[in-house]
């Protein structure tokens, strides 16, 4: 048996590829409508402009932002062997950015009204990481 091999007969986690400069910019410092530029499959950008939208009170800017995030991230998911479902665990850092892009989702979703889109991205973050759930809610 392979010590990594899933018992529950799943998928196993999705791990996306490290992508540091988008990280380490937004660190820096640097802003996120700047990274994002330069940077712009990086669900982790988008997910902070997501946020800062949200925080200012324009929320219809939070979601498009965070759509744009969370797209993003589907498609590096899958590019990497994502099925459409399982697990994307949240400690493995370079997993943060998607699933923060898809709690910003849910967020702006449910203030807009968007009830069954905030029900749907609720359910799809607790269902791909508890604990990114559990830390962003």
């Given at each position: 048996?392979?010590?990594?091999?899933?018992?529950?007969g799943?998928?196993?986690?999705?791990?996306?590829?490290?992508?540091?400069?988008?990280?380490?910019?937004?660190?820096?410092?640097?802003?996120?409508?700047e990274?994002a530029?330069?940077?712009?499959?990086?669900?982790?950008?988008?997910?902070?402009?997501?946020d800062?939208?949200?925080?200012?009170?324009?929320?219809v800017?939070?979601?498009?932002?965070?759509?744009?995030?969370?797209?993003?991230g589907?498609?590096?998911?899958?590019?990497?062997?994502?099925?459409?479902h399982?697990?994307?665990?949240?400690?493995?850092?370079p997993?943060?950015?998607?699933l923060?892009?898809?709690h910003?989702?849910?967020?702006?979703?449910?203030?807009?009204?968007?009830?069954?889109?905030?029900?749907r991205?609720?359910?799809?973050?607790?269902?791909?990481?508890?604990?990114?759930?559990?830390?962003?809610?």
């Amino acid at each position: 048996m392979a010590i990594h091999e899933n018992l529950l007969g799943g998928p196993p986690p999705t791990r996306l590829p490290d992508e540091p400069e988008p990280r380490e910019l937004l660190a820096a410092g640097t802003a996120p409508d700047e990274v994002a530029a330069q940077y712009p499959t990086s669900s982790l950008a988008w997910a902070q402009l997501a946020d800062q939208a949200f925080e200012a009170g324009r929320v219809v800017e939070s979601y498009a932002y965070a759509r744009t995030g969370y797209h993003r991230g589907l498609d590096a998911l899958r590019r990497n062997g994502w099925k459409g479902h399982g697990p994307v665990p949240w400690e493995h850092e370079p997993n943060r950015g998607f699933l923060r892009a898809l709690h910003a989702l849910a967020r702006a979703a449910q203030a807009i009204g968007e009830k069954e889109e905030y029900e749907r991205c609720s359910t799809f973050l607790r269902d791909s990481s508890q604990t990114a759930a559990e830390t962003l809610g």
